[in-house]
């Protein structure tokens, strides 16, 4: 047979010098006074009908034949993230002045100053240019407030990110530029004081596109249990149980499936004390299947690799964590992930086992590739007893079957609790991480009933979202909970404005302004 290979990690001290050499970076991006750039690149914002903002009217005062002109040749309005590049436009003293539509700028939300950051990050790295200036400046009396100038910035921080730490050097006349961008606006103060909040959200959303896009072989449950301790950087409080320690608390449930690799499993906890004293904790619990073969029931060969992302649970909640933690967030939030390697071994977990979870739970494992539920099984009983939450929301790369039911556009949520439920919904609108809720009840918990133990780790295709759910659900102990499949939107979801990588970085947004908008006092 083929016997097991072992991968050397990579030099990490090089790898910080590999993840420069890719295209446009970002290398610095600040916030000043909105006036008439003197030279350089710049962009300004046009309204439909070419509408301009006082300031952006008068970069274009001086073009020979005005901007009508070469709008009128090109059949640029400026239509909602059409652009108009002019290269050395004469009059100016601009190298290049990029104009990009924003439609009617009186309508214009959260998402769409995101999206336009990103669109407008796209058109600058086109550019090559050292520096730009982006003048933050519309029509009428619809300036973007502090709040949505961080929220342009935002999306061009996440725009910029690519995952090249593996890219070796390119030859020099390739190398890439690192650009920095200053954003004109109408009051900078606000402006940097929103960024102050929204960038550490940017950087909890860039950790878990990180920690997805990571191969597993560099990425084992040790390595990202190190990433949750270097939280405490923040603020953190960080405790990391070991195979011994879960051994004790009877975690068969989640032990069983690490039973096949030869990486050890371990359950991190992060704690951000940032409410009342005492007040009962939002928790939020992921699934860390650093890679996942699907074990004896061993997955087809093709699409294994992006198995790596099978940690997309646990990424979002460090990264939330890392969001919640970074804009000082006064609730009191705890996120616990449990990190494990399902692999076929000779010590492996076989289909027919039953294995008594934590909760004095049996369940019979029919399929050893429904491992997430058995992980989330541990965690989430874990949770509610130590840390007794008023909430508790996992999130999962857990079905193929959500794929199917709604496609890379939404994430599926199930939940005991139509208020949390509502919440949450309300949440995903306004942070742009789209949720569709799916249903939970008697009837498709009795798929999962079997006369061997007390519960089966699999009801078959049908309905195989649900009854995933059903079986979570039992691990609940009646708190409040939600659980949100993101198999379909954790990684290779199409690319869009603000994320052109396989890994999104999704559910790090919505856990962070879930707690901003409902739990924080």
Not at 119 to 135: H, R, S
Request: proline residues 4%; glycine residues 12%.
């Amino acid at each position: 047979g083929i016997g097991r290979l072992f991968f050397p990690l990579p030099n990490r001290s090089n790898q910080k010098n590999q993840r420069d050499r890719s295209m446009t970076k970002l290398a610095k991006l600040n916030f000043s006074k909105a006036e008439t750039p003197k030279g350089g690149v710049a962009v300004i914002l046009a309204g439909s009908d070419l509408s301009l903002g006082p300031v952006a009217a008068e970069v274009v005062s001086g073009l020979e034949g005005g901007l009508q002109r070469s709008a009128g040749i090109a059949g640029f309005t400026g239509k909602k993230k059409a652009s108009l590049d002019l290269v050395a436009p004469a009059g100016s003293g601009l190298d290049r002045l990029i104009v990009f539509g924003v439609g009617d700028a009186g309508e214009l939300t959260g998402d769409d100053w995101r999206a336009f950051g990103g669109a407008v990050f796209a058109e600058l790295q086109k550019t090559k240019a050292d520096a730009a200036t982006v003048l933050l400046d519309v029509p009428g009396d619809a300036d973007p407030s502090g709040v949505l100038a961080a929220e342009f910035a935002m999306g061009v921080k996440l725009r910029a990110y690519a995952f090249d730490t593996y890219k070796t050097a390119k030859k020099d006349d390739d190398k890439p530029k690192n650009m920095k961008v200053t954003l004109a606006v109408a009051d900078p103060k606000a402006s940097k004081k929103a960024w102050s909040s929204a960038e550490a959200i940017a950087d909890g959303v860039i950790l878990a596109r990180d920690l997805v896009n990571e191969p597993a072989n560099v990425l084992g449950p040790v390595e990202f249990a190190e990433k949750a301790k270097e939280l405490t950087a923040l603020g953190v409080e960080v405790e990391v149980l070991g195979e011994k320690e879960m051994k004790k608390l009877k975690m068969a449930a989640l032990l069983g499936v690490s039973q096949g690799s030869t990486r050890p499993p371990q359950l991190a906890v992060m704690r951000w004390n940032g409410g009342k004293k005492g007040e009962a904790p939002v928790a939020f619990v992921g699934k860390g299947v650093v890679f996942d073969t699907g074990g004896i029931s061993i997955k087809p060969a093709a699409g294994m690799e992006d198995m790596k992302g099978d940690m997309g649970g646990a990424a979002a909640v460090i990264g939330a964590m890392h969001a919640i933690a970074g804009r000082k967030a006064k609730a009191n939030v705890i996120g616990v992930i449990g990190l494990v390697e399902n692999m076929p071994d000779g010590n492996a977990q076989r289909p027919g086992d039953i294995v008594t979870a934590m909760s004095g739970t049996t369940i019979e494992i029919l399929n050893t590739d429904a491992e997430g539920r058995l992980v989330l099984a541990d965690a989430l009983w874990y949770t509610q007893e130590k840390y007794k939450p008023a909430i508790m929301i996992d999130l999962a790369t857990l079905t193929g079957a959500v794929l199917v039911a709604l496609g890379n556009l939404n994430a599926g949520l199930f939940s005991n609790n139509d208020a949390l439920a509502d919440k949450l919904l309300s949440s995903a609108k306004s942070s742009g991480e789209p949720l569709w809720r799916l249903p939970l009840s008697k009837e498709y918990d009795k798929i999962i009933d079997t006369p061997n133990a007390d519960v089966k780790n699999t009801g078959g295709r049908w309905a195989g979202s649900i009854t995933a759910a059903q079986f979570l659900q039992r691990f609940t102990n009646d708190v409040p909970w939600a659980h949100l499949d993101i198999a379909g939107t954790a990684f290779g979801a199409p690319k869009d404005d603000i994320c052109q990588s396989w890994a999104s970085g999704y559910g790090v947004r919505l856990l962070n302004q879930l707690v901003a908008d409902h739990y924080e006092g």
